[in-house]
């Protein structure tokens, strides 16, 4: 049925159609990145330089920049270390309950984000945690529900004889899950630790709450803060800055691009 | 296993017990959280003054003023609209169409389409807002391109069709996960049996309707199910796009929430407006899981 479509010279020009619409919201914001001397309208570059980008990387920008580089690998990692020690036992045990368990964490991870940002700004305003470690511990306890979840599924697709035999051969707990278990996780610790690192990458909300100043800003609330407060004027410095902010997420994409696909199969949620 | 535990898991159970220990206080702690927002929600906290130290007990005076006040509803009714339009229907539609049609694409134009599709759901929300506040303002790509070469005016999209514009950057935002799972899902879908359908003399819709659909229906309903709810409590890119203007046109319920409680200050008031969130969530999630049990 779905064969003819896309083969046919008509389909495949939709397909490219739907493609070109797709990227299309990109060409202003690359092509005045380039510009050092756009005024902010779609047209081609009359002159092309790296300048802006220089711009959006130096001082107040550049800080930006790393922050959010910390607070995504930050709790991208400690999420998945957390989340991967509890979701091997939930696969491989049964414990009283683990059903209603595992249908709790359903429900937690479906809270949006704004139902449980007041307490949390105001548990971390009491701990003096309105920072950047703050950040990271508020997003990696908020993410836990969905990163236990993921990692369990994945974990009931890695056979549980290898590391039978393996302790039947007389290797100690540390030996099977650094030799045994580790190498075969790898792809699903990656998914999920991609999944974490962009969310957390692109977070805006608790960030914008939690971070009070200029440089411990992240990228997400620098690149709003700017838009208000020079949006009309520097729009060379403002798209080079979006494209910079961009590009780990969609670069993370890429690389784990592979892996990304069979892990999606595991997304589905099962009880 | 068959019921018999593995003497394996019987040696490792002590250091996996406590393995699970930070985990479970993450959990904790979320429900801690939660717990919290339900025991604000009937005092009457706020964000800075006397009453952030010396709050009190107000009962459910925060819950009637949801009703009583114009901003709830409001908000509400366009968190409904926004969801139902960009999620429900756009996202969820178009993923699918795109999954269907893609399926037996040559690899190179199914390579370029996903690329495409997925750049969306890949920017932050942030530039995402940015770029489409361009895109559709006055010098931006949509007037220079469609509108101003007919001989119109150029048009403020933002001011004028806010609510649409929002939900249009949403599905462009967000098709890519819809496609994602239902492309997984289909090739689960053996080609033998789309064979034996074609044979047996279904048209394509057919076939779609009453032998693919079916098949993939838990695939379906869970994406429904999770794309509804992302959709109800998103902020970010409405609240950078638009603000909730103008007045409070697109003010979908998080922002409503957010604003109450950050701008305004009153916090109580605000973690009410979250617990409202959260029951309305609770309710579309137990509808959907329902249909995920039942068995077909």
């Not at chain 2, 969530?281 to 068995?295: C, D, H, I, S, T």
Request: hydrophobic fraction near 55%; include cysteine; proline fraction near 4%.
């Amino acid at each position: 049925m779905d064969r003819s479509f896309a083969r046919s010279r008509l389909g495949a020009l939709a397909l490219a159609f739907v493609a070109a619409i797709w990227v299309s919201p990109f060409a202003w914001l690359v092509l005045s990145a380039v510009d050092p001397e756009t005024n902010g309208q779609l047209r081609i570059p009359h002159a092309v330089g790296i300048g802006n980008f220089v711009l959006a990387l130096s001082g107040q920008a550049g800080q930006q920049f790393l922050n959010s580089l910390y607070l995504a690998v930050g709790t991208a990692t400690l999420t998945v270390l957390v989340a991967s020690m509890a979701a091997y036992p939930l696969s491989r045990m049964r414990l009283p309950g683990q059903t209603t368990l595992l249908w709790g964490l359903v429900l937690l991870r479906m809270l949006p984000e704004a139902g449980t940002i007041v307490p949390t700004f105001f548990a971390a305003k009491q701990l003096h945690g309105l920072n950047m470690p703050g950040m990271i511990v508020a997003m990696t306890v908020l993410g836990m529900p969905f990163a236990l979840l993921l990692l369990k599924n994945f974990f009931d697709t890695v056979p549980i004889e290898l590391e039978e035999a393996a302790y039947l051969e007389g290797a100690s707990i540390w030996q099977i899950l650094r030799l045994v278990v580790v190498p075969l996780s790898r792809s699903g610790v990656a998914v999920v630790w991609f999944f974490t690192f962009t969310s957390a990458w692109n977070a805006f909300l608790l960030p914008f709450i939690f971070a009070r100043t200029d440089t411990s800003f992240p990228m997400s609330v620098g690149l709003f803060t700017a838009f208000g407060e020079y949006g009309g004027i520097s729009y060379g410095f403002l798209t080079a800055y979006s494209l910079i902010y961009s590009l780990p997420a969609v670069a993370v994409y890429f690389l784990l691009r592979r892996n990304l696909n069979t892990g999606f199969a595991g997304v589905g949620v099962k009880g | 296993m068959n019921g018999q535990i593995s003497p394996w898991l019987a040696a490792a159970r002590g250091p996996m017990l406590v393995a699970m220990l930070p985990a479970a206080a993450c959990v904790v702690a979320t429900l801690y959280l939660a717990g919290w927002a339900v025991m604000f929600s009937f005092t009457n906290l706020e964000l800075t003054g006397l009453r952030s130290i010396n709050w009190n007990w107000v009962g459910l005076d925060n819950y009637v003023r949801l009703f009583t006040r114009e901003g709830f509803l409001n908000a509400l009714w366009i968190t409904t609209l926004f969801t139902l339009f960009s999620a429900i229907i756009g996202q969820s539609v178009f993923g699918f169409g795109l999954a269907i049609a893609l399926r037996g694409a040559r690899l190179g134009l199914r390579n370029v389409i996903e690329i495409a599709v997925m750049l969306g759901w890949l920017v932050p929300d942030i530039v995402a807002a940015f770029m489409w506040s361009n895109t559709v303002g006055t010098t931006g790509l949509i007037n220079d391109l469609i509108v101003v070469p007919f001989g119109l005016k150029p048009i403020n999209f933002i001011n004028d069709y806010a609510l649409p514009v929002v939900t249009i950057a949403n599905i462009w935002k967000g098709t890519a996960w819809s496609y994602l799972l239902f492309s997984a899902a289909l090739d689960s879908v053996s080609r033998e049996v789309i064979e034996a359908t074609r044979v047996d003399g279904a048209s394509p819709a057919q076939t779609i309707r009453f032998v693919v659909l079916p098949m993939v229906r838990t695939h379906l309903v869970t994406n429904l199910l999770l794309v509804t709810i992302w959709t109800f409590g998103y902020f970010a890119l409405i609240f950078a796009l638009t603000g909730g203007g103008p007045g409070a046109q697109t003010e979908v319920l998080s922002i409503l929430m957010v604003h109450q409680s950050f701008e305004v200050g009153k916090l109580g008031y605000g973690s009410a407006i979250s617990i409202a969130m959260m029951l309305i969530v609770g309710v579309l999630a137990y509808g959907y899981l329902r249909q995920l049990k039942e068995p077909r």
